[in-house]
């Protein structure tokens, strides 16, 4: 068990410029989340995915943030013209998937991201 | 809608002495509740979690928490702190009732143990 992997884990960027980051989850697991936490907070959720459908999506979610998991196994969190309110570490968590029923979600190590 | 209170940002204790992290949850369906740790620069570990099943949940690292419905509450507790458990401590509630499979998370406590 490798646990939930995510590349880069830090990225520094300009204002204005995109960034993508990446999410491996645990192998077997069909369900992936998508969370950011800023300073002094708690992560908030942002999006998640059953195999390859996007099936939820926070109103956090801007139309410069969009997310995939084309294949259902890692995903990608691309974030176009950065601003400096995205510096923020970004959390990928994977769980298995049994429909009505909570399933742990096992979180990865995150990304930090900082825009100057 | 969920949310998750969580009363004190910082909280100190001495080295052997009692932990308690205040969390009180709002939802409008039955929870579940989760405490997650994290340590600097790493992700979320679990500690514990309730899920309808006993009030009283025993996790990890000696860590117990019990659900208080008619306070709305699930207090994180450890009988004696150890150099080790200092870190950020997260309470989190499921939306699974309410159809979704997010979690929603406190802003957090960080625990600090004083030799």
Known sequence: ?116 | AQSVTQLGSHVSVSEGALVLLRCNYSSSVPPYLFWYVQYPNQGLQLLLKYTSAATLVKGINGFEAEFKKSETSFHLTKPSAHMSDAAEYFCAVSSLGAGSYQLTFGKGTKLSVIP
Request: a positive charge; charged letters at 20%.
């Open chain 1, 1 to 116: 068990d490798t646990g939930v992997s995510q590349n880069p884990r830090h990225k520094i960027t300009k204002r204005g410029q995109n960034v993508t980051f990446r999410c491996d989850p645990i192998s077997e697991h069909n369900r992936l989340y998508w969370y950011r936490q800023t300073l002094g907070q708690g992560p908030e959720f942002l999006t998640y995915f059953q195999n390859e459908a996007q099936l939820e999506k926070s109103r956090l979610l801007s139309d410069r943030f969009s997310a995939e998991r084309p294949k259902g196994s890692f995903s990608t969190l691309e974030i176009q013209r950065t601003e400096q309110g995205d510096s923020a570490m970004y959390l990928c968590a994977s769980s298995t998937g049994t429909s009505g029923m909570y399933n742990e979600q096992f979180f990865g190590p995150g990304t930090r991201l900082t825009v100057l």
